[in-house]
């Protein structure tokens, strides 16, 4: 039996969900490791609901098919992720992390790499959602590049599920909301006034930046994704379940360069899912180490 959702009607009511949706729940869990409980569900059919509403499409059954079928199953997915993915996000969202960057790893990894021929430094946001995250990382490498990062060369390459947010993140414009926690100094530094409510981050930060649509469950692209110094995934694997996330986590490790670190956000933590990194303590803020070659701790 199918029933017709519209989006007005929020799920999260005494009305028995349409099977349908936990179908839909569970294509989307393979796709792309977000995993929604059961008494969440309602979540998935508001969702799906926007989409058949944008669609005309009365039934879920209907808007199955449409998932489902060779013709538009791509793209239709694509549109549903971004409904399904949280972006919460704001600049400078952890301070104490980005202490620790720039008080102990960015020169243990200076001083790690220094003998390579390119000074290269490689930065992976994973789960960038709108760019927040991302150029606070930039603004902070271009804050040492007269000074611990001066001759080196900083790629800062930023990856988000949802392909909505990897445009807003290009365009690199933000109100009050998103710039809550940005302190004085970095506004008038690294930000020009779009308007009388918005600021654009200045090209020379952009220029630091690559931005594209990556899905953190696609093994085929991950893989890909090899020699980097520094990962960043946080608040994202939350979304996840064990398998999913173990998955990931493992291919962030063998994404990292030896002696690379490993961020997440500050509620989350690798317990259970990944025995090979070694956790390390900062003030207010933790992060996962690669163990170096040298370090002869393998
Ligand atoms: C809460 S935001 C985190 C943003 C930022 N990292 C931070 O901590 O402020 C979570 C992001 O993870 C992304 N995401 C969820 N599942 C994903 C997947 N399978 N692949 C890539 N990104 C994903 C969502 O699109 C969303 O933008």
Redesign the pocket.
């Known amino acids: 039996m199918t029933s017709t959702i519209t989006a007005a009607s929020p799920a999260k009511s005494a009305t028995p969900i349409d099977p349908v949706f936990r179908q839909i729940r569970d294509l989307v869990y393979k796709?792309?490791?977000?995993f929604q409980l059961e008494e969440k569900l309602y979540l998935m059919a508001d969702a799906c609901g926007r989409r058949m509403k944008h669609l005309s499409v009365r039934t879920p059954r209907e808007y199955w098919d449409l998932l489902t079928a060779h013709s538009s199953r791509e793209a239709e997915l694509r549109q549903l992720?971004?409904e399904?993915?949280?972006?919460?996000?704001?600049l400078f969202?952890?301070p104490p992390q980005l202490d620790a960057l720039r008080k102990v790893i960015l020169p243990e990894l200076v001083q790690e790499k220094t003998k390579q021929i390119v000074k290269r430094l490689r930065i992976w946001?994973?789960?960038?959602?709108?760019g927040?995250?991302p150029y606070t990382l930039a603004m902070n490498m271009l804050e040492e590049s007269d000074r611990l990062l001066k001759g080196w060369t900083v790629e800062i390459l930023a990856?988000?599920?949802?392909d909505r947010?990897v445009e807003t993140a290009k365009a690199g414009v933000y109100g009050d909301y998103a710039l809550r926690a940005t302190p004085e100094l970095f506004k008038r530094k690294y930000f020009v006034q779009v308007d009388e409510k918005k600021l654009e981050v200045r090209p020379e930060v952009k220029k630091l930046i690559t931005f594209s649509?990556?899905?953190?469950?696609?093994d085929s692209r991950m893989l890909f994704m090899k020699g980097m110094d520094l990962i960043?995934?946080?608040?994202?694997l939350?979304?996840?379940d064990g398998p999913?996330k173990g998955k990931?986590v493992n291919h962030y490790y063998s994404n990292l360069n030896f002696g690379g670190y490993f961020f997440l956000?500050t509620s989350e933590s690798l317990l259970n899912l990944n025995d090979n990194f070694r956790l390390v303590h900062f003030p207010g803020s933790l992060a996962y180490w690669k163990p170096s070659l040298k370090s002869g701790k393998l």
């Open positions: 796709v792309c490791g977000i992720l971004n399904v993915t949280i972006g919460e996000t704001c969202r952890s946001s994973a789960g960038c959602s709108t927040e995250e990856t988000d599920l949802n947010s649509r990556l899905n953190l469950q696609d960043f995934c946080c608040n994202v939350i979304y996840f999913s990931v956000g």
